[in-house]
């Protein structure tokens, strides 16, 4: 069982359409962080997310943790084709030296 | 700035046999980690390190072994290679507590056990 639960598993859209994915868990996490993965490369950090109710935007890319900092999730405006990639989010475990991620989100933007 | 840096970047094993995967970095970082990624289950910590001489097990430790003799060195034994350890392996590290700061990656390590 995933400590971490992303949905969609997989999310095909065209060009300049909305999106949002989701993390969620049970536990409450010290942190939270998005990563983008491209094949044959390791995850880059997209943002990290440390207070409960923390909204963060980037671009077109916008990112919240939940109030009770158990979820978040990830709302891209106008989806490009250079956003595909697999999305995955990480959290910090409470007085425990380690991350944990989801299994991500594979996203495809069709032009 | 060549930052984290796996070798090699793919390998075939035979059933039973040893390896060690090569893990550096160049950042002076004192965390570092292993991960294994394996399709649907995003990625699994291995083992980690929060400095040199200090390690500990992750998620899925089982199969193997690691050590931390100095900052930039980390490196990843199987002792006795399984199909199930077939995976594309990843090292990381960061400045401070996982989950806190960001995380650098190596490229990865695609191994395959037949």
């Known amino acids: 069982t995933q400590l971490l639960e992303q949905s969609p598993q997989f999310l095909s859209i065209q060009e300049g359409e909305n999106l949002t994915v989701y993390c969620n868990s049970s536990?409450?996490?010290?942190?939270l962080q998005w990563y983008r993965q491209e094949p044959g490369e390791g995850p880059v950090l997209l943002v990290t997310?440390?207070?409960?109710?923390e909204v963060k935007k980037l671009k077109r890319l916008t990112f919240q943790f939940g109030d009770a900092r158990k979820d978040s999730s990830l709302h891209i405006t106008a989806a490009q084709p250079g956003d595909t990639g697999l999305y995955l989010c990480?959290?910090?475990?409470?007085?425990?030296?380690?991350?944990?991620f989801g299994a991500g989100t594979r996203l495809t933007v069709k032009p | 700035n060549a930052g984290v840096t796996q070798t090699p970047k793919f390998q075939v094993l035979k059933t039973g046999q040893s390896m060690t995967l090569q893990c550096a970095q160049d950042?002076?970082?004192?965390?570092m980690s292993w991960y294994r990624q394996d399709p649907g289950m995003g990625l699994r910590l291995i083992h980690y390190?929060?400095?040199?001489?200090?390690?500990d097990q992750g998620e899925v430790p089982n199969g193997y072994n690691v050590s931390r003799s100095t900052t930039e060195d980390f490196p990843l034994r199987l002792l006795s290679a399984a199909p199930s350890q077939t995976s594309v392996y990843f090292c990381?590290?960061?400045?401070?507590?996982?989950?806190?700061?960001?995380?650098?990656f190596g490229q990865g390590t695609r191994l395959t056990v037949v």
């Open positions: 536990s409450v996490f010290s942190s």
């Open positions: 990381a590290s960061t400045f401070g507590v996982f989950g806190n700061t960001e995380a650098f």
């Open positions: 997310v440390v207070t409960g109710g």
């Open positions: 950042m002076n970082h004192e965390y």
């Open positions: 990480a959290g910090g475990v409470y007085n425990n030296n380690d991350m944990r």
């Open positions: 390190s929060v400095g040199a001489g200090i390690t």
